[in-house]
């Protein structure tokens, strides 16, 4: 199967960028698309096909991704902002991988 | 706007049939732009994709290798839903559910509420 792998836990200060990586053997060539989950909702999407924004989600949410690694990265970060992250690709193989996430801490 | 709701019972004795529903508004079970997901998370097992059914002039449905055996994912176009059925249940099914759309890029952008099933006699 396919691992996508994820810091388990990522810290920043108030107004400052957050990265969170997500790593997997050619990840790059795929799309990745990036989750934010607050404890005891639902996973709503902040960036899809590697670096686009739904419509409603703040500009401080942006993605990359290249080689074997995507990022998201959270400019001017806020206390709301502090949620579990999730990372996701798609396989040839018609399978969908998640990321084991990482928790963001706004403090 | 796009609206999942799901509808199923939270507790399942082990060997039996976990059984749940998704009621779409907004969009239809038989959009030839969409596939229709479940999706399961756990403490131990994270965000696991279990499946999804789509209809493409006739439907498909795609399946995880770790559920495949156990798993059966149908569009009901007459209520504008689907359903998710995992049989044989033991406790590491033990999760909560959510139902999702996929747009015809491959990501959920819109997600049900989520239902913790409980596999426990």
């Known amino acids: 199967s396919y691992e996508l792998t994820q810091p388990p836990s990522v810290s920043v200060s108030p107004g400052q960028t957050a990265s969170i990586t997500c790593s997997a053997d050619?990840?790059?060539?795929?799309?990745a698309s990036w989750y934010q989950q607050k404890p005891g909702q639902s996973p709503v999407l902040v960036i899809y096909?590697?670096?686009k924004r739904p419509s409603g989600i703040p500009e401080r949410f942006s993605g990359s991704n290249s080689g074997n690694t995507a990022t998201l990265t959270i400019s001017g970060t806020q206390a709301m902002d502090e949620a579990d992250y999730f990372c996701?690709?798609?396989?040839?193989?018609?399978?969908?991988?998640f990321g084991g996430g990482t928790k963001l801490t706004v403090l | 706007q796009v609206q999942l709701q799901q509808s199923g019972p939270g507790l399942v004795k082990p060997s039996q049939t976990l059984s749940l529903t998704c009621a779409i508004s907004?969009?239809?079970?038989?959009?030839?732009?969409?596939?229709w997901n479940w999706i399961r998370q756990s403490p131990s097992r994270g965000l696991e994709w279990l499946g999804r059914?789509?209809?493409?002039?006739?439907?498909?449905?795609d399946y995880a290798v770790s559920v495949k055996s156990r798993i059966t994912i149908n569009p009901d176009t007459s209520k504008n839903q689907f359903s998710l059925q995992l049989n044989s249940v033991t406790p590491e099914d033990t999760a909560v559910y959510f139902c999702?759309?996929?747009?015809?890029?491959?990501?959920?952008?819109?997600w049900g509420q989520g239902t913790l099933v409980t596999v426990s006699s």
């Open positions: 999702a759309r996929e747009p015809t890029t491959p990501n959920f952008d819109y």
């Open positions: 907004g969009d239809s079970v038989s959009s030839k732009s969409a596939a």
């Open positions: 059914t789509f209809y493409r002039s006739k439907w498909y449905s």
């Open positions: 050619k990840l790059g060539d795929k799309y």
């Open positions: 096909q590697d670096v």
């Open positions: 996701q690709a798609w396989d040839i193989t018609t399978a969908v991988f």
